[in-house]
Each structure stands twice: as C-alpha cells, then as structure tokens.
C-alpha cells in the first residue's frame, strides 16, 4: 500500500525524496557535529557566560555583547579592511592560479613533479611547518603580519643595489615580489582544483578548435573560460572564505584574545557579527556571478 | 627537405615559424614555472641541507648549502623526539581512515546539492557554506563535549565518526568541490542511464562517481592532507596519544630539555635546535609529498564526456 502511495506521487517529489535520502547522512552530522556546537556560540554571544564545575552556565542578557563589540571596539573596522584586502587577495589569487593551471595542465616532460612543487603550499601551510618555514621556532602564529615573510627580501635587495638601481625603485620591486610570493602561498588548493577543471574538459572541443583554425587566445575565452565557470565559482568562494579566515589577520587575533582571555560573549559575538559580514560578501558575490556561470546543458 | 615532400616554401615557412613558436613557448615555459617555483622551494631546499649538516658545519660559515660531513644524526634524533614509530602510524591511521570516509560521504551530499531539487535546499546548502567559515576554534568546546559523551578520546574513531557523516575537517570544501563537478557534466549521462533502467542509486555509483573521479581524487588528497597536518582539535580530541603535528610542536620543547640535560652539547645552542627542528619538519612533510606524487598522477581526462560530445 505504501509503495501504491510512492507511484502516486509527482515525478518531481519522488526526485525530490531522492535528493533527502543522499543528504540524510550529511544532515545526521551536520546537526550533531555542526549546528548544536555552532548555534550554542551564537547563543552564548546573547548571554552573560560563566564556568561551573566543567559545564557551561548561560543567562541570557541581550545584545551588549554586539554593541560593545561593534560600536565602542576598533572590531567593525578591522573586519572591514580584512574583507577588503581579501577581495583584492582573491582576484590575484584567482589570476595567478588559473595561468599556473594552464601551464601544468599542458604535456610536458617532467609534469608531474612541477604539479607537486605548486601542491607544496597545500601540503605545508595547513600545518606547523609554515611557521618552522618562517623560521618562528615557538610555534605561535605571527600575529600582525598578513604577509608569509618566507621570501628572502634581503637577497634580492643586495642584488639590486650591486646593480646600482635607486632605493625607490628597489623598494617597489620587493614589495611587488615579495606580495607574488605570498598570493602563491594562498594559491595551491585553487591551482589544483582548476587542474580538475581543465582536465574535465572535453578534448574534442580543441580538436574542433584546431580544425577551425581559431587563434590559442579564441581557444582560452571561447573554450577554456566558459568551460572553467564552475570552477572559477567554486574557487572565488573557497578563496574568500580562506584569505578572510587566516589565522594571522587581526581580526582573527582579536577575537582569539576575546577567547584567550575568557570573554566568552564578547568572542562570540564578534565572531558571528564576522561570519554574517562574510556571508554577505558571499552572497552578493554568487547572485551577481549566478547567472554568468556556464553549465553544459542549462 | 619540405620541397620533397610536396609542400611549397609558404607552407614550410609558416610550419618552421610554428616549430619556432611551439620552443620559444617550451623555454618560456620553463622560465615562468622556475621563477614562480624558486620561492616555493626556497625553504625546503634549506630545510633539507640542514636535516643532513654535520655538527662541525653549523657554525661554518664557507658550507652554504652542501654539507661536508653528511649525517643522519639530525633525522634520527628528531625521529625519536617525536616518538615517529608510534605518531607515524597513529597519524597515517587517523588521516587514511578519515580521508577514505569523508571523500566517499561528501560526494553523497554534492550529488544531491547538484542535481536534485527539494524543499529547503538553499537553507540547507548556505549550511554548508558556514561549516566552511566557521573555523572549528570557535566551536571546538561544545564539540569536545559532544566527543567526550561519544567516549572517543584518544581514538581514531574521533575523526573517522565526523568523517563518516559528512562532516569533520572542512567538509563543505568537499561538499561544494563535488556539487560543482556533478553540475559540469551533462545530464544526458543520467537520463541514459535511466533509460536503460538504472535507478538512481544505480545511476549514481555506475555513471556519475565514476565521471567524477578526478574530484574524488583531488578531494582524498586534500583530506589527507589536512587530517595528517590537524593539531588544535588532535590537542583536544588525544589524551595520552599524540599525532605527528603534535608530535612536531611539542619537540621544541622535548629537544630544549635535551640540549641542557646534555653536556656534551652547548647549552642553548640556538642552531642545533634549528637543525633538529628542520629535520623533523622533513619527517612530517615527506609522507605528504609522496601522496601529493602519486594522487595527482591519476587525474585524467573524463572518459564519459570524451564520449558524448561531438
């Protein structure tokens, strides 16, 4: 009789039940491991927070928390400029990462060794070995630079002046290097997902490409890139969300200090107002870019 | 040579002038993906020189990069510092078992964020979003509970039960990698597939996974990757055992308390430790690398979408 009961149904909401029985194990975990931990902070950042005997005491208070936060702190300020040198981090990025895809994604001797060279910052900046790198031996995030410092400036500065080249120019030149650097130290996730991208891309489109004759800049914007969008997408995400929540920016720093030093709405709460701003950001992003994206069959 | 062949001077002119292009962009090539790479390297070259620097050549300042007395000493001392005979397989244990889950879990859910339509699926997908912003830190405590009520500390299975439900370390990464790779592929591959009587289970594990083996890769590497490097929630989730990361972070401290118990070495002597601490970075790093090299050997051009284009 149930079964009766599942024929009758639309085609659409048999696709739909489908769809639910895919995510039931992601929905499982995300409400136990996730959302109960995640809305509780949220929920602390309304309270006034104390410690019992291990457990956590809450009584509720009101927005002071965000008001103290976000009005009378420097907080509000330094996410903004975060989220805007995360914007400009994150064309660079984007840029960079889909030439050096490009290029490794072409036959060459000796590929697979370069593809591992460009997955180094994968495999070390997740880890402590970043700040062994840094030559920070104590292990403790640096904590007002943005920049990686694992370039040896001096080097290239001694190199300049035996060359006779004027301090303002060299200057210049260094800041540009060393800021290249650092966005290849944010680009090794985002090369290798645009590796996956191009890979997915059907050959027989080049070959079409070829008989026609079309030039290798029509073959990049007429092919590539379109082909690209989803990747690109998913990229323009992934990259907002980890240049806006790296450890040594000092918003960050801000609200590790709030945690440090126990005060637990305040970091809640600074969290969540940070969280909502991105997800903002985020959302504009993906409405204004939706429609450009291209999928094959839509 | 090109006459013989019957082809007149133009085209010969324009076929050399093409050879020329095709080695002027190889060199080209080469110099773009050297200089980019010189900065990359830069730190691993020197990580490496100083695992293998004798003593007598720490303080020499003519020894730039190759070492005149070549030495294990460094590697195994960080070796036993780190107590790697336990932490390596503790680790590789953790990341494997988590990498596996998580890779095959996510795609469940990507699957269904691409493809199918049902109530609540903006909600539900902005979700994953969040899990990706939300740093762990700021929940970790509430999580530590839910794991001490599980009874799984100092077991892998701490991991592996968030890797199993889809969640665990940056989950909605892989979730949205494998919703953006199934959208790319043309739905004329599932509609065949219903044709010929395939259910949607069917469907999935026969035509879609497959065709979505690129990202299944790329996700298992970086899974690997970030179980094999996790040291905050690791902290949290270990009592008595201790992963390679901590393992790592904790070997500053172990060798300090080595170089001062020892006479025969010189009391806090800064680069001694340095080199020590380069060597276990080596310890750590290596594995990863050789995963890095295999894993990215088996991306290939999708064969299904060879097929139907065209």
Same mark, same amino acid.
């Given at each position: 009789?149930?079964?009766? *009961? ?7 909401? $048999? ?10 194990? &992601?929905?499982?975990?995300?409400? @136990? ?115 990686? =410092? ?23 030149? %260094? ?7 650092? @966005?290849? &130290? ?35 914007? $007429? ?54 701003? @991105? ?20 | ?17 093409? *050879? ?6 190889? @060199? ?12 990359? %390297?830069?730190? #691993? ?7 293998? $620097? ?25 070796? !036993? ?36 339509? #049902? ?31 599980? =009874? ?17 370390? $940056? ?7 494998? !919703? ?38 790329? %996700? ?44 025969? %070495? ?9 080199? &020590? ?34």
């Amino acid at each position: 009789m149930n079964k009766s *009961k599942l024929f009758k149904m639309s085609y659409e909401r $048999r696709q739909g039940l489908v769809g639910y029985v895919f995510l039931i194990p &992601w929905m499982i975990g995300t409400l @136990i491991f996730f959302c109960y931990p995640f809305f509780h902070t949220v929920w602390m950042s309304f309270c006034d927070v104390s410690f019992d005997a291990g457990s956590i005491i809450t009584h509720f208070k009101g927005i002071d928390a965000y008001t103290e936060v976000f009005l009378k702190q420097q907080f509000l300020q330094q996410a903004s400029t975060h989220l805007g040198t995360t914007l400009l981090h994150t064309v660079c990025v984007l840029i960079i990462s889909i030439f050096l895809a490009i290029i490794l994604n072409q036959e060459f001797f000796g590929r697979s060794f370069w593809r591992v060279i460009f997955s180094l910052p994968i495999i070390v900046a997740s880890g402590l070995v970043l700040s062994v790198f840094q030559k920070d031996l104590t292990f403790q995030a640096s904590v007002t630079s943005e920049s990686t =410092n694992i370039f040896q400036n001096e080097a290239l500065t001694e190199m300049l002046l035996s060359m006779g080249i004027g301090d303002k120019i060299i200057e210049v030149v %260094v800041t540009a290097v060393s800021s290249v650097v650092d @966005i290849l &130290w944010m680009s090794g996730v985002q090369i290798l997902l645009f590796i996956t991208g191009l890979q997915s891309i059907s050959p027989s489109l080049y070959e079409v490409c070829d008989v026609e004759g079309a030039t290798a800049w029509q073959r990049f914007w $007429r092919v590539t890139f379109p082909l690209l969008t989803p990747y690109i997408f998913l990229n323009i995400i992934y990259s907002i969300i980890d240049i806006s929540t790296q450890s040594t920016a000092e918003v960050m720093y801000t609200m590790r200090y709030y945690y440090n030093n126990t005060f637990y709405a305040n970091a809640s709460a600074a969290a969540t107002g940070y969280f909502l701003m @991105i997800l903002v950001v985020l959302g504009v992003i993906s409405l204004a870019l939706s429609k450009r994206i291209v999928y094959i069959d839509k | 040579m090109f006459r013989k062949q019957g082809i007149d001077g133009f085209a010969a002119r324009s076929i050399l002038m093409k *050879k020329g292009t095709a080695i002027g962009w190889k @060199i080209l090539r080469l110099v773009i993906l050297v200089c980019f790479s010189y900065a990359l %390297v830069y730190p #691993f070259i020197y990580m490496i020189s100083s695992t293998f $620097r004798g003593d007598e050549d720490l303080w020499n300042p003519t020894v730039v990069w190759v070492t005149r007395h070549f030495t294990l000493d460094n590697l195994k001392n960080a070796w !036993r510092n780190m107590n790697y005979t336990e932490s390596l397989p503790y680790s590789l244990e953790v990341s494997i078992g988590s990498a596996i889950l998580q890779s095959v879990m996510c795609a469940f859910a990507g699957y269904a964020f691409a493809r199918f339509d #049902f109530k609540f699926k903006g909600v539900l997908f902005a979700l994953v979003i969040l899990t990706i912003i939300a740093p762990q830190q700021m929940y970790i405590i509430q999580l530590f509970g839910i794991v001490n009520k599980l =009874n799984l500390i100092d077991s892998p299975a701490a991991f592996w039960i968030q890797a199993l439900f889809g969640c665990g370390i $940056r989950s909605g990464l892989f979730i949205f990698i494998y !919703r953006q790779t199934f959208r790319s592929l043309p739905t004329d591959l599932e509609n065949a597939a219903a044709i010929d009587g395939c259910g949607a289970f069917g469907t999935y594990f026969r035509v879609m996974l497959p065709n979505a083996l690129n990202s299944f890769i790329v %996700v298992f590497m970086f899974s690997i990757v970030w179980h094999w490097n996790e040291y905050f929630s690791a902290e949290l989730f270990t009592q008595h055992k201790r992963n390679a990361a901590q393992q790592l972070a904790a070997l500053r401290v172990g060798l300090e308390a080595q170089l001062s118990s020892s006479s025969a %070495v010189a009391v806090d002597n800064p680069l001694q430790l340095q080199v &020590w601490i380069q060597a276990g970075s080596l310890l750590m790093v290596f594995p990863m690398l050789f995963v890095f090299l295999i894993g990215q050997k088996y991306l290939r051009e999708g064969i299904a979408r060879t097929g139907i284009v065209g």
